[in-house]
């Protein structure tokens, strides 16, 4: 079945580096993505990684990808306060449409 | 170049009543799909259409809801006879082309979140 999942709550100190892990069931999936949600407002599309990389660095951000263990993970450097969201780890199955994660509430602390 | 527009964006309603929530996607964009994002939870997918056409509608609940996507106009997400569950944000997105496998970015838009009392 399509299943994401994801930890739920992260805290990091600001200026760390925040890891966020995810896990999928769908090897066929071509594309992964990275979205974050911020308090009342919409999903912003963060990054996505095509199935064919192991890793995509966008400034801060970095995806890495391992297709054998169905695992993907964002890393945010040098996490700041605006960072404190909820970020959502999605897959795309065989089918048109994105599965999301429960998400993961990203706590920046002083 | 606005982007994906909803609203309302804040829809209070009583148990039994209808809600109606609209999505106009993003210019020159043709695919619309709805999503419902529960508290605490991720957002699941409800339905897929493309301009007068269902594609999948695999994740809207058997009976009240329904959508459509006219010809003219933006698409709607209608709930009959409201009950305290559907309380949620729904998440409309819009793209140019079917998403998933082909990669194409999808555009959410801010949502729209019914409270039902």
């Known amino acids: 079945g399509e299943d994401v999942e994801q930890s739920l709550f992260l805290s990091v100190r600001e200026g760390d580096s925040s890891v966020i892990n995810c896990t999928y069931t769908?090897?066929?999936?071509?594309?992964l993505y990275w979205y974050k949600q911020e308090p009342g407002a919409g999903l912003q599309l963060l990054t996505y990684i095509f199935s064919n990389m192991d890793m995509k660095q966008d400034q801060r951000l970095t995806v890495l990808l391992n297709k054998k263990d169905k695992h993907l993970s964002l890393r945010i450097a040098d996490t700041q306060t605006g960072d404190s969201a909820i970020y959502f780890c999605?897959?795309?199955?065989?089918?048109?449409?994105?599965?999301f994660g429960k998400g993961t509430r990203l706590h920046i602390l002083p | 170049n606005a982007g994906v527009m909803q609203n309302p964006r804040h829809l209070v309603r009583r148990r039994g009543q209808e809600a109606r929530l609209r999505c106009s996607p993003m210019?020159?964009?043709?695919?619309v799909y709805w999503y419902r994002q529960l508290p605490e939870e991720g957002l699941k997918f409800m339905v897929y259409l493309q301009k007068e056409n269902i594609i999948d509608e695999s994740g809207m609940p058997k009976e009240r809801f329904s959508a459509e996507f006219p010809k003219e106009g933006p698409s709607i997400l209608r709930i009959q006879q409201v009950v305290r569950g559907d309380s949620a944000a729904y998440f409309c997105?819009?793209?140019?082309?079917?998403?998933?496998?082909?990669?194409?970015?999808?555009?959410f838009g801010e949502g729209s979140w019914l409270t039902v009392v």
């Open positions: 769908d090897s066929s999936s071509t594309y």
């Open positions: 210019k020159g964009h043709s695919h």
């Open positions: 997105a819009s793209s140019p082309a079917g998403q998933g496998r082909s990669g194409n970015t999808i555009y």
């Open positions: 999605a897959e795309t199955p065989w089918d048109d449409k994105i599965i």
